[in-house]
Protein backbone atom coordinates (compact mmCIF):
# COMPACT_ATOMS: atom_id res chain seq x y z
CA UNK A 1 0.00 0.00 0.00
CA UNK A 2 1.47 3.73 -0.94
CA UNK A 3 1.87 5.83 1.81
CA UNK A 4 -0.26 8.61 3.02
CA UNK A 5 -1.16 10.94 0.07
CA UNK A 6 0.91 13.85 -0.70
CA UNK A 7 -0.87 17.37 -0.33
CA UNK A 8 -2.37 18.99 -3.41
CA UNK A 9 -5.32 20.86 -4.61
CA UNK A 10 -8.10 18.25 -5.56
CA UNK A 11 -9.05 20.63 -8.81
CA UNK A 12 -5.34 20.61 -9.85
CA UNK A 13 -5.64 20.47 -13.51
CA UNK A 14 -3.19 18.14 -16.08
CA UNK A 15 -1.33 19.51 -19.18
CA UNK A 16 -0.37 16.73 -21.48
CA UNK A 17 1.18 16.18 -25.16
CA UNK A 18 1.92 13.33 -27.38
CA UNK A 19 3.34 12.43 -30.92
CA UNK A 20 5.03 9.44 -32.65
CA UNK A 21 7.16 9.29 -35.30
CA UNK A 22 8.55 6.24 -37.75
CA UNK A 23 12.35 7.98 -37.86
CA UNK A 24 14.29 7.84 -40.99
CA UNK A 25 15.15 4.01 -41.76
CA UNK A 26 11.87 2.07 -40.83
CA UNK A 27 9.26 1.40 -43.22
CA UNK A 28 6.16 1.07 -40.58
CA UNK A 29 5.81 2.52 -36.99
CA UNK A 30 5.87 -0.37 -34.37
CA UNK A 31 5.61 2.28 -31.56
CA UNK A 32 2.00 3.65 -30.58
CA UNK A 33 0.56 5.80 -27.55
CA UNK A 34 -2.58 6.17 -25.80
CA UNK A 35 -3.96 9.38 -23.60
CA UNK A 36 -7.68 8.85 -22.04
CA UNK A 37 -9.75 10.01 -19.77
CA UNK A 38 -12.09 7.95 -17.93
CA UNK A 39 -15.05 8.19 -14.56
CA UNK A 40 -17.11 5.20 -13.59
CA UNK A 41 -19.33 5.21 -17.10
CA UNK A 42 -16.99 6.03 -19.94
CA UNK A 43 -13.81 5.98 -21.43
CA UNK A 44 -12.59 9.33 -23.58
CA UNK A 45 -10.00 9.59 -26.05
CA UNK A 46 -7.68 12.28 -25.52
CA UNK A 47 -6.04 14.50 -28.73
CA UNK A 48 -2.44 15.05 -28.85
CA UNK A 49 -2.28 17.92 -26.43
CA UNK A 50 -4.67 19.44 -24.16
CA UNK A 51 -5.05 20.67 -20.63
CA UNK A 52 -8.07 19.84 -17.99
CA UNK A 53 -9.20 19.38 -14.86
CA UNK A 54 -8.80 16.32 -12.34
CA UNK A 55 -11.08 16.93 -10.33
CA UNK A 56 -13.74 14.22 -11.78
CA UNK A 57 -11.49 11.87 -14.00
CA UNK A 58 -8.61 9.94 -13.88
CA UNK A 59 -6.02 10.37 -16.84
CA UNK A 60 -4.23 7.85 -18.37
CA UNK A 61 -1.09 7.75 -21.08
CA UNK A 62 0.77 5.03 -22.33
CA UNK A 63 3.37 3.86 -24.79
CA UNK A 64 3.98 0.57 -26.53
CA UNK A 65 6.62 -0.35 -28.73
CA UNK A 66 5.71 -3.57 -30.76
CA UNK A 67 8.00 -6.35 -32.15
CA UNK A 68 7.46 -9.09 -34.86
CA UNK A 69 7.76 -10.12 -37.79
CA UNK A 70 6.02 -8.09 -41.58
CA UNK A 71 3.74 -5.86 -39.68
CA UNK A 72 2.92 -7.87 -36.50
CA UNK A 73 4.94 -5.65 -34.33
CA UNK A 74 2.46 -3.09 -35.37
CA UNK A 75 -0.32 -4.52 -34.79
CA UNK A 76 1.37 -6.18 -31.24
CA UNK A 77 1.22 -2.50 -29.97
CA UNK A 78 -2.05 -1.60 -31.09
CA UNK A 79 -3.34 -4.27 -29.12
CA UNK A 80 -1.99 -3.08 -26.03
CA UNK A 81 -2.80 0.33 -25.68
CA UNK A 82 -6.20 -0.46 -26.79
CA UNK A 83 -6.96 -3.05 -24.97
CA UNK A 84 -6.19 -0.94 -21.79
CA UNK A 85 -9.63 0.77 -22.23
CA UNK A 86 -11.10 -2.07 -21.05
CA UNK A 87 -11.03 -1.72 -17.01
CA UNK A 88 -10.54 1.67 -16.76
CA UNK A 89 -14.27 2.18 -15.56
CA UNK A 90 -13.41 -0.33 -13.31
CA UNK A 91 -10.19 1.30 -11.83
CA UNK A 92 -12.19 4.90 -11.59
CA UNK A 93 -14.92 3.31 -9.23
CA UNK A 94 -11.86 1.68 -7.11
CA UNK A 95 -10.11 4.55 -6.58
CA UNK A 96 -13.03 6.84 -6.17
CA UNK A 97 -13.95 4.40 -3.47
CA UNK A 98 -10.53 5.35 -1.65
CA UNK A 99 -9.11 2.01 -2.31
CA UNK A 100 -5.54 2.77 -2.88
CA UNK A 101 -4.43 -0.40 -2.25
CA UNK A 102 -5.83 -2.22 -5.33
CA UNK A 103 -4.20 -0.87 -7.88
CA UNK A 104 -1.54 -3.24 -8.18
CA UNK A 105 -4.42 -5.81 -8.78
CA UNK A 106 -5.47 -4.27 -11.38
CA UNK A 107 -2.87 -3.71 -13.60
CA UNK A 108 -1.30 -6.52 -13.05
CA UNK A 109 -4.91 -8.07 -14.17
CA UNK A 110 -4.40 -5.38 -17.15
CA UNK A 111 -1.27 -6.52 -18.35
CA UNK A 112 -2.21 -10.16 -17.72
CA UNK A 113 -4.97 -9.73 -20.17
CA UNK A 114 -3.06 -8.27 -22.79
CA UNK A 115 -0.50 -10.51 -22.72
CA UNK A 116 -2.84 -13.58 -22.71
CA UNK A 117 -4.30 -11.80 -25.97
CA UNK A 118 -0.78 -11.27 -27.87
CA UNK A 119 0.20 -14.93 -27.08
CA UNK A 120 -3.11 -16.41 -28.48
CA UNK A 121 -2.81 -14.27 -31.15
CA UNK A 122 0.93 -15.42 -31.60
CA UNK A 123 -0.46 -19.26 -31.46
CA UNK A 124 -3.55 -19.28 -33.92
CA UNK A 125 -2.15 -16.91 -36.80
CA UNK A 126 1.48 -18.10 -38.16
CA UNK A 127 2.56 -14.26 -38.97
CA UNK A 128 1.94 -13.44 -35.55
CA UNK A 129 4.54 -16.17 -33.83
CA UNK A 130 5.96 -14.39 -31.33
CA UNK A 131 4.75 -11.12 -31.81
CA UNK A 132 5.38 -8.94 -28.56
CA UNK A 133 5.11 -5.53 -26.99
CA UNK A 134 6.81 -3.31 -24.28
CA UNK A 135 4.05 -1.50 -22.42
CA UNK A 136 4.37 1.73 -19.87
CA UNK A 137 1.60 2.78 -18.72
CA UNK A 138 0.77 6.11 -16.21
CA UNK A 139 -2.33 6.50 -14.34
CA UNK A 140 -3.12 9.54 -12.72
CA UNK A 141 -5.96 9.68 -10.12
CA UNK A 142 -5.91 12.59 -7.39
CA UNK A 143 -2.78 13.13 -5.48
CA UNK A 144 -0.96 9.92 -6.84
CA UNK A 145 0.68 8.50 -9.99
CA UNK A 146 0.15 4.77 -10.35
CA UNK A 147 2.16 3.47 -13.25
CA UNK A 148 2.65 0.01 -14.46
CA UNK A 149 5.74 -1.12 -17.02
CA UNK A 150 7.28 -3.93 -18.71
CA UNK A 151 10.04 -4.31 -21.55
CA UNK A 152 12.74 -1.04 -22.01
CA UNK A 153 9.77 1.49 -22.95
CA UNK A 154 10.05 3.87 -19.60
CA UNK A 155 8.77 6.16 -17.63
CA UNK A 156 10.98 9.10 -16.14
CA UNK A 157 9.66 11.31 -13.06
CA UNK A 158 11.07 15.09 -13.11
CA UNK A 159 9.80 16.54 -9.56
CA UNK A 160 9.37 20.94 -9.36
CA UNK A 161 12.49 20.68 -7.28
CA UNK A 162 14.75 19.42 -10.18
CA UNK A 163 16.62 16.35 -11.36
CA UNK A 164 15.14 13.40 -13.52
CA UNK A 165 14.89 9.49 -12.09
CA UNK A 166 13.68 6.86 -14.12
CA UNK A 167 11.25 5.08 -12.52
CA UNK A 168 10.82 1.89 -14.33
CA UNK A 169 13.26 -0.96 -14.74
CA UNK A 170 14.34 -1.73 -18.60
CA UNK A 171 13.69 -5.63 -18.40
CA UNK A 172 16.58 -6.51 -20.11
CA UNK A 173 20.21 -7.77 -18.87
CA UNK A 174 21.94 -4.32 -19.88
CA UNK A 175 19.42 -2.49 -17.69
CA UNK A 176 20.05 -4.74 -14.49
CA UNK A 177 23.75 -4.36 -14.98
CA UNK A 178 23.03 -0.18 -14.92
CA UNK A 179 20.93 -0.31 -12.46
CA UNK A 180 23.96 -2.17 -10.49
CA UNK A 181 26.54 0.36 -11.20
CA UNK A 182 28.24 -1.98 -13.48
CA UNK A 183 27.43 0.14 -16.91
CA UNK A 184 27.36 3.93 -17.14
CA UNK A 185 24.78 5.85 -19.51
CA UNK A 186 27.16 5.57 -22.35
CA UNK A 187 28.37 1.99 -21.69
CA UNK A 188 24.22 0.86 -21.70
CA UNK A 189 23.78 3.01 -24.69
CA UNK A 190 26.92 0.90 -26.52
CA UNK A 191 26.54 -1.99 -25.52
CA UNK A 192 25.43 -4.56 -28.30
CA UNK A 193 23.02 -6.25 -26.19
CA UNK A 194 20.98 -3.52 -24.88
CA UNK A 195 17.84 -4.03 -27.22
CA UNK A 196 17.38 -8.19 -25.76
CA UNK A 197 14.71 -8.08 -23.45
CA UNK A 198 14.21 -10.75 -20.63
CA UNK A 199 10.40 -9.32 -20.46
CA UNK A 200 7.69 -8.46 -22.98
CA UNK A 201 3.65 -8.55 -23.35
CA UNK A 202 3.69 -11.75 -25.86
CA UNK A 203 6.81 -12.90 -27.28
CA UNK A 204 5.94 -16.68 -26.43
CA UNK A 205 6.84 -16.44 -23.10
CA UNK A 206 4.26 -18.04 -20.44
CA UNK A 207 4.93 -15.69 -17.85
CA UNK A 208 5.45 -11.89 -16.96
CA UNK A 209 6.10 -9.95 -13.84
CA UNK A 210 5.43 -6.66 -14.50
CA UNK A 211 6.82 -3.84 -12.75
CA UNK A 212 4.05 -1.41 -10.73
CA UNK A 213 4.43 1.69 -7.72
CA UNK A 214 3.41 4.24 -7.33
CA UNK A 215 4.35 7.95 -7.36
CA UNK A 216 2.91 11.09 -5.17
CA UNK A 217 2.88 14.19 -7.19
CA UNK A 218 2.41 17.65 -6.76
CA UNK A 219 1.79 20.70 -9.08
CA UNK A 220 5.11 21.51 -11.15
CA UNK A 221 6.09 18.19 -11.67
CA UNK A 222 6.32 16.30 -15.10
CA UNK A 223 6.18 13.00 -16.29
CA UNK A 224 7.64 11.43 -19.60
CA UNK A 225 6.55 8.44 -21.36
CA UNK A 226 8.51 7.17 -24.05
CA UNK A 227 9.53 4.23 -26.30
CA UNK A 228 13.56 3.39 -26.66
CA UNK A 229 13.53 5.47 -29.72
CA UNK A 230 14.00 8.36 -27.75
CA UNK A 231 16.61 7.37 -25.85
CA UNK A 232 18.52 6.20 -28.60
CA UNK A 233 18.60 9.76 -29.72
CA UNK A 234 19.27 11.78 -26.29
CA UNK A 235 20.83 11.62 -23.30
CA UNK A 236 19.05 12.13 -20.36
CA UNK A 237 20.25 15.70 -19.78
CA UNK A 238 18.77 16.20 -23.05
CA UNK A 239 15.47 15.14 -22.41
CA UNK A 240 15.45 17.03 -18.87
CA UNK A 241 16.91 20.16 -20.18
CA UNK A 242 13.96 19.69 -22.98
CA UNK A 243 11.41 19.33 -20.54
CA UNK A 244 11.95 22.16 -18.44
CA UNK A 245 13.32 24.83 -20.63
CA UNK A 246 10.82 26.51 -22.47
CA UNK A 247 11.58 26.91 -26.00
CA UNK A 248 12.79 29.58 -28.43
CA UNK A 249 10.66 31.54 -29.83
CA UNK A 250 10.98 30.69 -33.24
CA UNK A 251 9.88 26.95 -31.62
CA UNK A 252 7.33 28.18 -29.31
CA UNK A 253 4.22 26.54 -30.71
CA UNK A 254 5.56 22.58 -30.92
CA UNK A 255 4.74 21.15 -28.26
CA UNK A 256 7.17 19.27 -25.82
CA UNK A 257 6.70 15.69 -27.27
CA UNK A 258 7.48 17.43 -30.64
CA UNK A 259 10.28 18.88 -29.41
CA UNK A 260 11.88 15.89 -28.09
CA UNK A 261 11.04 13.91 -30.88
CA UNK A 262 12.87 16.71 -33.30
CA UNK A 263 15.79 16.27 -30.68
CA UNK A 264 16.21 12.35 -31.15
CA UNK A 265 15.89 12.85 -35.02
CA UNK A 266 18.59 15.68 -34.97
CA UNK A 267 20.82 13.34 -33.04
CA UNK A 268 21.03 9.77 -35.14
CA UNK A 269 17.80 7.97 -33.59
CA UNK A 270 17.60 5.45 -36.21
CA UNK A 271 14.04 3.84 -34.11
CA UNK A 272 10.34 4.52 -34.35
CA UNK A 273 9.93 7.64 -31.61
CA UNK A 274 7.24 8.32 -29.37
CA UNK A 275 7.22 10.50 -26.19
CA UNK A 276 4.25 11.97 -24.75
CA UNK A 277 4.28 14.42 -21.58
CA UNK A 278 2.77 15.69 -18.42
CA UNK A 279 2.52 18.12 -16.25
CA UNK A 280 0.81 18.61 -13.17
CA UNK A 281 -0.72 22.20 -12.60
CA UNK A 282 -2.44 23.93 -9.72
CA UNK A 283 -6.15 25.11 -10.14
CA UNK A 284 -4.44 29.04 -10.50
CA UNK A 285 -1.33 28.37 -12.55
Same mark, same amino acid.
Given at each position: #?????????? $???????????????????????????????????????????? *?? *?????????? #????? $??????????????? =?? /?????? *????? @? +????????? =??????????????? !?????? #????? +????????????????????????????????? !??? $???????????????????? /??????????????????? %???????????????? @??????????? %????????? /??????????????????????????????????? $????
Amino acid at each position: #MPPPPLPTAP $SARILWSGLTDKGPVRLNNEDAFLGVTFDGHEVRYLGKTGVASM *SS *SDFVFAVSDG #MGGAK $SGEFASRIAVEKITQ =LL /PKSYRL *SASGI @S +SGFQDLLTE =LFEAIHHELLKLGQA !YEECAG #MGATL +SLCWFSPEWMYFAHIGDSRIYYLPKEGGMTQIT !YDH $SQVGWMRRAGQLNEREARAH /PRRNVLNQVLGGGNPFIDP %HIGAVGYRPGDHFVIC @SDGLVDGLWDH %HIETTVRTP /PPPEQATLSTAQLLINGALENASRDNITAVVVEIL $SATS
